[in-house]
């Protein structure tokens, strides 16, 4: 039996381990298109970005743990080229690499605009400091979550950062008008400038220039402006692949169509039936974390398979002040109670979406995971 991941980050980590958790004492392969050993994202526009952070990306694991505890071959610096399913092969640099069960975990790459850096890569992140060392007038195209942490980043140093957003209010689709206008608040506050409603047409040396003709100056230009999933090697493999992204279409046990092949995490569109089957790629954590450790357990053992119905979970720090989701923002209403934002879809509550506030969202979690009622949800906000 050989168990192959491809894919060395965070989802394909959890599956190693959760492979030897649940007693599989087979062959693990662990497949990365990094030189490095898998290590955590969400620290690189956090705690890293700061002058006194931490000066190295650190793996998860040492060498020795993942070899010789683990027992994972390692495979690193070497992208899968290929994936042939009736063969059941996986092709990385030239050589065949055979699978009884197979996990595709190879997440999403930062959506590019010449002339700006993105923020998704330890090396990504070292150059960003780096730049944050220098002193660097910063402008960030985006206002989503990580060009938002960019830009807390640079103002906690106490350097000049704008954002430019081409949305009228930012983070309207991933949280709704009202928190997105919130969160909004969060960056005036903080002596961010915000540009909202504002194109950028391109960047040069001299800066960011902006549909209209004016030229912002900037030292570090950083697109924060999505992410796109790693599947181009997958192309022709017949998987079916999302027509809008191209993202793995799975059902809701993770499976991705032929025998053994399960998919986790930012490259994994998944239907949840918490939400009706409502189809999720989501780009969080806890995500890839909880699917990552589900579909190795499914790809080695696929009775064993059940859909998932995990609420999804994320958070993000800017100026300090820490946000979180819970649920889906894919509402039929969102109501701003004063204190924490609740999604309605039907006649149940959704999602929830708090400002410093980490227990209250632990009890929106599990009101949402057990399917409460609308009413009763806003009855616990004190809004009814
Ligand atoms: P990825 O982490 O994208 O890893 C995929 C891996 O597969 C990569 O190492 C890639 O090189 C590799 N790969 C790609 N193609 C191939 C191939 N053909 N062959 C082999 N390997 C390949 N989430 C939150 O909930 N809260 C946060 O605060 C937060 N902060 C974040 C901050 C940053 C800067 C970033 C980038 C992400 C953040 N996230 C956050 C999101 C979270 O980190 C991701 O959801 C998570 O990393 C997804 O894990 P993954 O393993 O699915 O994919």
């Known amino acids: 039996m050989s168990l192959v991941v491809v894919g060395a980050s965070l989802a394909g980590l959890r599956a190693v381990e959760s492979a030897r958790r649940t007693g599989y004492r087979g062959r693990i392969v662990l497949v990365g298109a990094e030189e490095h050993l898998p290590y955590d994202r969400p620290p690189l526009s956090k705690a890293f970005l700061d002058a006194d952070g931490p000066r190295r990306v ?173 599947t181009g090697w997958l192309e022709g493999s017949g998987l079916t692949l999302h027509e809008r992204d191209r993202g793995v279409v799975c059902d809701a046990t993770l499976a991705a169509g032929p025998p053994g092949v399960y998919a986790a995490g930012d490259v994994a569109h998944v239907p949840n039936p918490l939400f009706d089957g409502l189809e999720l790629r989501l780009e969080h954590w806890t995500n890839a974390a909880e699917q990552g450790a589900a579909a190795a357990r499914h790809a080695l053992d696929p009775r064993s398979a059940r859909p998932l119905e995990a609420v999804p979970y994320f958070w993000s720090d800017w100026y300090g002040r820490r946000i979180q989701f819970v649920g889906t923002p894919h509402a039929d209403e969102v109501v701003a109670t004063g204190g924490v934002t609740l999604y309605r879809r039907g006649d149940r509550i959704a999602g929830a979406l708090t400002v410093d506030r980490p227990r209250e969202i632990m009890k929106y979690r599990r009101r949402i995971a057990g399917r409460a009622p609308w009413a009763e949800a806003l009855v616990f906000a004190g809004a009814a």
């Open 58 to 230: 650190e793996p998860f694991h040492a060498e020795t743990v993942l070899r010789a505890e683990l027992g994972v071959e390692l495979m690193l610096g070497a992208p899968a080229e290929s994936l042939d399913t009736d063969a059941r092969e996986v092709t990385v640099a030239g050589t065949p690499v055979r699978y009884d069960a197979l996990v595709i975990a190879t997440g999403a790459t930062a959506r590019t605009l010449p002339g700006a850096r993105t923020l998704r890569t330890a090396e990504d992140a070292v150059a960003v400091r780096a730049a944050l060392d220098a002193g660097a007038r910063t402008v960030v195209i985006g206002a989503g979550f990580i060009g938002s942490e960019v830009a807390s980043a640079a103002r906690k140093r106490g350097l000049p950062v704008t954002i430019v957003e081409a949305s009228a209010v930012p983070l309207a689709r991933a949280v709704g008008e009202p928190a997105g206008a919130e969160l909004a608040a969060l960056h005036h506050a903080a002596g961010t400038e915000l540009r909202l409603a504002t194109e950028v047409t391109g960047v040069t040396e001299d800066g960011v220039h902006l549909a209209g003709g004016e030229v912002l100056p900037a030292d570090l230009v950083v697109a924060g402006i999505g992410a796109v999933p790693a």
